[in-house]
């Protein structure tokens, strides 16, 4: 504990002070408990030696049974795999290979624009819509009403894309379905700091991890058989990400227990755009914050550098002048999504329990 003065403001006053020692001095011992009582250890109440939580209490308050911790781990790992699947399929086959049915000579360019726009739309979207619900007093919760709007806005703004065939409205549609993916995501992810008691969000967060691995690498392999069915097949992959994400906000917020009212949760700092933009500004002081944020960036960049243009990699490279080197990319993506589904599975569900186990999450 740091040593400090806990009194109040006599303790700085010398003269004060001394008239204290030489009173006290009258009584053997007083003095040198007067000197006591100046410099005092007392308790750090932000030290982590101060967190005197029960670990089965959420930080809301409310210490979940245990089948509300089943339905919160149930909630995160469907609902993970399912937002993980279309999105991938639709990302990384569906959207190339209409980029490449309406200009096969601008498809490169036209992917990396609709990822790079979409991106800095997903930064924004997650931190604006984190702070507002943050700030949402309703009688639904603060969580629940973003997620389930942000999950049908993204439905049907990828199913709009079937519906045109102009690269420009496609890329306006993207961005729109980027934007409301992480109106659901933001407030999706604060409910594991909101109501997963500490004891066990290490699992919950391996199940959720897990469901993005499957999800993910199951997206590949659904993606391709979308692929091999041709127009129809491209058709029918727009129409499962509709109906898909227009009812996953939905699914995930009746599976888990219902999320108490914030109309009377006392009020934070007044929003505005200023409290906003603060929330841009990156922390100080925090280098393990730096170390996650290369760390996870590089790692990223490099994973979906590869699989967003894995099609073109497959069709134009490896099977290049083959007649039919779009099949046959479909099913090489197919097997490279079961690989990684296998190896991605073990992992994932394996770190979370070993890092409750140990105490750690380094």
């Known amino acids: 504990m740091p040593k400090r003065r806990a009194a109040e403001r006599s303790v700085d006053d010398e003269q004060t002070q001394g008239v204290k020692l030489a009173t006290d001095s009258q009584v053997p011992g007083s003095g040198m408990a007067a000197l006591a ?3 005092t250890a007392v308790p750090d109440e932000d030290s982590a030696f101060m967190d005197m939580r029960d670990p089965m209490v959420s930080a809301d308050g409310h210490r979940p049974t245990k089948t509300e911790i089943v339905r919160l781990g149930v909630g995160f790992t469907v609902s993970a795999i399912a937002c993980a699947i279309p999105w991938v399929a639709l990302s990384t086959v569906i959207l190339p290979r209409v980029f490449e049915q309406i200009d096969a000579g601008s498809k490169v360019f036209m992917l990396g624009l609709v990822n790079s726009i979409g991106a800095f739309v997903a930064l924004v979207a997650n931190i604006v819509f984190g702070t ?4 949402t007093r309703s009688r639904f919760g603060k969580r629940t009403p973003w997620i389930v709007i942000g999950g049908l806005i993204t439905g049907l703004s990828i199913g709009a894309v079937a519906f045109t065939r102009s690269e420009a409205l496609i890329v306006t ?3 729109v379905a980027q934007m409301g993916y992480n109106m659901m995501l933001a407030p999706y992810v604060a409910v594991m700091s909101d109501r997963v008691p500490d004891k066990v969000r290490g699992t919950i967060s391996g199940f959720y991890g897990a469901g993005i691995a499957v999800g993910q690498t199951l997206g590949s392999v659904v993606g391709a058989a979308f692929l091999t069915r041709g127009d129809a097949g491209l058709f029918q992959a727009w129409m499962m990400g509709l109906a898909v994400f227009s009812l996953v906000g939905i699914f995930v917020v ?3 227990p219902r999320e108490k009212s914030s109309k009377f949760e006392a009020d934070g700092e007044k929003l505005s755009a ?3 933009l603060r929330n841009f500004r990156p922390p100080r002081h925090a280098p393990d914050f730096y170390y996650a944020l ?6 990223m960049g490099g994973y979906w550098m590869i699989t967003t243009y894995q099609l073109y990699i497959a069709q134009d490279y490896i099977y290049a002048g083959d007649p039919h080197a779009t099949d046959k990319a479909a099913a090489i993506i197919a097997t490279m999504g079961v690989i990684t589904l296998v190896v991605s599975l073990i992992a994932a569900v394996t770190a979370g329990p070993i890092t409750d186990r140990i105490g750690r999450r380094k």
């Not at 507002?132 to 700030?135: P, R």
């Not at 290369?294 to 790692?299: A, E, I, K, N």
């Open 274 to 276: 200023k409290a906003i």
């Open 132 to 135: 507002l619900s943050d700030q």
């Open 173 to 175: 549609l993207w961005c």
């Open 254 to 256: 009746v599976v888990w």
């Open 294 to 299: 290369v760390g996870r960036t590089l790692m």
């Open 37 to 39: 009582a100046v410099d």
